[in-house]
C-alpha cells in the first residue's frame, strides 16, 4: 500500500487498528516475533509496548510482571525476586529475549533479557 493508501486507511481506520499495525511494523524493524506465533518451548525475541505493571508475590518471592502488547497479542514477561525495574512501565517500548512459557495465566516469559528502546520513532528504518 502506498502512502495516499496508508493515508486514507488512517482515516477510516479505528485508533486501535491503526496502534496495532504501528506496532506490527516497529515489531518487524526492532527483529521481534509477532506475540500471536510464539508457542511454549521456544526461544525468542518480542518487542512492544508496556501495557501495564504488577509487583505479583509468589511464595515469598516478589515478581515483577509486565504485560507486553506487539499489535498483534499480549505476553506476560516476569522478573522473579523484583519488586519494580527502573524505566520499566506502562507505555515504554522493550524489546525482550528468552524461552516462552504456557503458563495456566497465558504466555509467560520468565527474567527476559530486555533492552529499553528510547524513542523508537527516532531509531533507524523509521
Sequence with gaps: MGRLGRWVASLTSPTDRLEADELATDRDRFGGTP????????????????????????ADVPAYVVELYDGSSALRLVWLGRRTIRGVEPGVYLRARGRI??????????NPAYEIIPDRATQPGR
Design 101 to 110: 512459557t504456557e503458563h495456566r495465566r497465558g504466555v509467560t516469559m520468565f
Design 35 to 58: 506475540l500471536a506465533a510464539v508457542c511454549g518451548g521456544d526461544e525468542v525475541t518480542v518487542c512492544g509496548t508496556v501495557r501495564s505493571t504488577n509487583l505479583a508475590p509468589r
